[in-house]
Nanobody, 114 residues
Framework: QVQLVESGGGLVQAGGSLRLSCAASGSILYINRMGWYRQAPGKQRELVATIMVDGRTNYTDSVKGRFTISRDIAKNTVCLQMDSLKPEDTAVYYC????????WGQGTQVTVSS
């Protein structure tokens, strides 16, 4: 199994930046893809960004040019650098890992004030 622990959420003003980190442990050699999802109140969980084992990245249109997903293989971590934050980015952000199963972190709150 894979375990994920997120950190780095918080409160920031619009236009500010936050950096989320996700530390993976367990059966990490079997992970094909890691990513970040978010869920705002009253909305469905949505994909934000993903990074494949070969380094390819994918972003949802609303965050392109503002968010950057990266990984540190040696530390088994995946980070999401969020710049130019907007109030509509407010949500609980979840780390995700895809292997033969799907693993989720516990979520971290990101609040962007206007």
């Amino acid at each position: 199994q894979v375990q994920l622990v997120e950190s780095g959420g918080g409160l920031v003003q619009a236009g500010g930046s936050l950096r989320l980190s996700c530390a993976a442990s367990g059966s990490i050699l079997y992970i094909n893809r890691m990513g970040w999802y978010r869920q705002a109140p009253g909305k469905q969980r949505e994909l934000v960004a993903t990074i494949m084992v070969d380094g390819r990245t994918n972003y949802t249109d609303s965050v392109k040019g503002r968010f950057t997903i990266s990984r540190d293989i040696a530390k088994n971590t995946v980070c999401l650098q969020m710049d130019s934050l907007k109030p509509e980015d407010t949500a609980v952000y979840y780390c995700n890992a895809e292997y033969i199963y799907t693993a989720w972190g516990q979520g971290t709150q990101v609040t962007v004030s206007s």
